[in-house]
């Protein structure tokens, strides 16, 4: 199943930004905690930002400050926006979903309880 759709992915010179939008068709999407990951190549997927039901709102250390995570409730979307970008952003960006539960504090930017996945898009800074 493809239930989360990622787009705007591109290369980009350090410094610059983008905005990632996903859409999803996921019944009751407002309930959901919604993510942010990324995959670098040659390391493990990590949590970038998360956005809870409740309008909580994290963000992993490396990107606070630079990059914003939104909603849309009523047009289902999630979105990231990013700014001052560096070569070490690069890799491969997914949307998620999961529970509302695991946007707690204590699942951190972990990706456990995440159920729904885009199938990516990426995301190329040179120096």
């Known amino acids: 199943q493809l239930e989360m759709v990622e787009s705007g992915g591109g290369s980009v010179q350090a410094g610059g930004s983008l905005r990632l939008s996903c859409t999803s068709s996921?019944?009751?999407?407002?309930?959901?905690?919604m993510a942010w990951f990324r995959q670098a190549p040659g390391k493990q997927r990590e949590g970038v930002a998360r956005f809870s039901a409740s309008s909580t709102i994290t963000y992993a250390g490396p990107v606070e400050g630079r990059f914003t995570i939104s909603r849309d409730i009523v047009k289902n979307f999630l979105y990231l926006d990013m700014k001052s970008l560096k070569p070490e952003d690069t890799g491969l960006y997914y949307c998620a979903a999961a529970p509302n539960s695991f946007c707690s504090t204590f699942y951190g930017q972990s990706d456990r309880g995440f159920e729904y996945w885009g199938q990516g898009t990426q995301v190329s800074v040179s120096s």
């Open positions: 996921i019944h009751e999407f407002r309930r959901y905690c």
